[in-house]
Nanobody, 124 residues
Framework: QVQLVESGGGLVQAGGSLRLSCAAS????????MGWFRQAPGKEREFVAT????????IYADSVKGRFTISRDNAKNTVYLQMNSLKPEDTAVYYC?????????????????WGQGTQVTVSS
């Protein structure tokens, strides 16, 4: 069983930065793509960013492109989301997830393990 634990969320002013971390249990972390998704109150969960098994491929949602950076450290079984120039509309619960294959993908249905989420609140 894979467990994913997010950390690093919090309250930040608009224009500020946060770095989310997601620590994964298990020995197979380096074989799979990882992704970040978010869900704002009253809205559906949406894709944020994904990274392939070796970090060679990344994909971002248009809404975060140029502001967020996804990375991973396979030696530490951890994936990160560096969030800069934060906006109030970035306020959401952020979830990390493990993909079902090595390839980066934006489709939530292809991710088979999810963390509990970490709250990010951006004040104006």
């Amino acid at each position: 069983q894979v467990q994913l634990v997010e950390s690093g969320g919090g309250l930040v002013q608009a224009g500020g930065s946060l770095r989310l971390s997601c620590a994964a249990s298990g020995r197979t972390f380096s074989s799979y793509a990882m992704g970040w998704f978010r869900q704002a109150p009253g809205k559906e969960r949406e894709f944020v960013a994904t990274i392939s098994w070796n970090g060679g491929s990344t994909i971002y949602a248009d809404s975060v492109k140029g502001r967020f950076t996804i990375s991973r450290d396979n030696a530490k079984n951890t994936v990160y989301l560096q969030m800069n120039s934060l906006k109030p509309e970035d306020t959401a619960v952020y979830y990390c997830a493990r993909g079902g294959s090595a390839a980066a993908t934006t489709r939530a249905s292809t991710y088979n393990f999810w963390g509990q989420g970490t709250q990010v609140t951006v004040s104006s």
